[in-house]
């Protein structure tokens, strides 16, 4: 357990300093992922979000379809913590922006 948690911690150590480069290594645009479900990516439109980019010049949003397979995450399963953990991080790390109910 110490062990996947340090593997974790050193992972998202890693993880931070990728985004970062990233980001100085980026010009003046700005992306940000929205996840949504299927059902809803009509909705997320860039005519919708035209007063989004008429106040935040430089920043493009990307919608990003989330499907309902086995790969969701639907809270802590006490019986499997470890598929729990790996569910939940998928779930958190499939965009930047997270569409909730």
């Known amino acids: 357990m110490l062990k996947r948690r340090l593997l974790l911690g050193v992972g998202l150590t890693a993880l931070l ?7 100085a290594a980026q010009s003046n645009e700005i ?9 809803q990516m009509d909705m997320i439109s860039d005519r919708v979000l035209q007063g989004f ?34 569910r939940a991080e998928a779930h958190f790390s499939s965009a930047d922006i997270l569409v909730v109910s």
């Open 31 to 39: 992306i940000l992922t929205i996840a949504v479900d299927e059902w």
């Open 17 to 23: 300093l990728l985004f970062g480069s990233l980001l």
């Open 53 to 86: 980019y008429e106040t935040h010049p430089g920043v493009k949003i990307v919608t990003v379809a989330r499907s309902n397979d086995e790969n969701s995450y639907y809270g802590l399963n006490t019986s499997d913590i470890p598929d729990s953990l790996d």
